[in-house]
């Protein structure tokens, strides 16, 4: 390998990418756009569900039945319903995600027995939001029913029995806030990774056969190898740079907690980086027009980390063979180290596996991109 052939190419490309305003926008916008419209954009948390309430009694126990709900920051009343007929309108309007009745007899039932029902209606239409809303309300009302429950026997000289109760302490360790912004982010900084290191090297080679400048390159001197790494080598340190925007933000901007090894991360993102460049050199190579080289990565990238490396939906929630299948998604693993490293502050020990198989994928990925290179015209 020349060293100097070798400076030359990566000189060659590095004007490239200068003079090319797409590549530029995809360098510098897209990891800005991006982190700001993922970052704030995708959350997991459900809060403030529009509620309306249609109170038969409009007593001031029912009353207190409304005030658990709206006392809690999981739902927000929108509307004070008057009829049924007013319920079904603003279901079907969407004014509101749930309709919580409470009865005409309702201060009497609870007078009288010391137990009462309310109803509760939910549009299922989004069956994630609705089971967690109904969850949110199930919690809303035992609070208050057991504030209830304690007032009636009090009044009816009794105690609220005790004995055999068992009472749940959750712990919750590495995300004590059950923030989903803490989940989500270090996979979005795999996203923007991903999507800008493949669409970058996609254009590389094909850059060569649209301008016509293939036959030049092919009478040089240079061998595929050094091709390959003199290309590859100024969309490495903007991958690193992009990386360390993006790292950044998530633990100055988006304050999500980093409490593993920095070492670590700066090896394994760039071990991802060259994953994810290496694809796409690979697909400029085998494609040789920038639009359709560029599609391609897209898809090679985009849909693999969105839909399968546990960046937006659970691995173990999904049927076993689509879990086979993501064995060999190459960002689940970053996906798993940043994870781990931001949230968990686990040592390298505990990530040998994903480390190994980020490994793995860089050295398998750049030789096939490597031999992919023929210095010919066919």
Known sequence: MNFKRLAAIAYKETLQVWRDPRSLAIALLMPLLQMVLLGYGVSLDIKRVPLCVYDQENSQTSRAVVQGFTASKWFAVARILGDERAVRAAMDRGLCAGVVTVPVDFSRRLAATGTASVQSVFDATDANTTNIAIGYAEAAVARTAADFQARWAAAHGRRVPTVGTVDLEP?????????????????????????????????????????????????????????????????????????????????????????????????????????????????????????????????????????????????????????????????????????????KGSTVGALAVPIAALVLYAVVILWVAARGFRKRLD
């Open 171 to 343: 712990r919750v360790w590495f995300n004590e806030g059950l923030d989903s912004r803490n989940f989500i982010i270090p996979g979005v900084v795999a996203v923007i990774l991903g999507l800008v290191g493949a669409q970058l090297t996609s254009l590389t080679i094909s850059r060569e056969w649209e301008r016509g400048t293939m036959e030049q390159l092919i009478s040089t001197p240079v061998t595929a190898l050094e091709v390959m790494i003199g290309k590859l080598v100024p969309y490495f340190f903007i991958g690193l740079l992009d990386a360390a925007f993006c790292l950044g933000a998530a633990a100055y901007w988006f304050r999500v907690p980093f409490r593993g090894s920095l070492g670590a991360l700066v090896v394994t993102t760039a071990l991802f980086t060259l994953v994810v460049l290496g694809i796409g050199y690979l697909v400029s190579v085998r494609i040789r027009s920038q639009l359709g080289a560029s599609q391609v990565a897209l898809m090679l990238t985009m849909l693999p980390i969105n839909l399968l490396s546990g960046y937006a939906f659970p691995i173990d929630q999904m049927p076993a063979p689509i879990r086979a299948v993501t064995l060999v998604v190459y960002a689940r693993y970053f996906v798993t180290i940043l994870r781990a490293l931001f949230l």
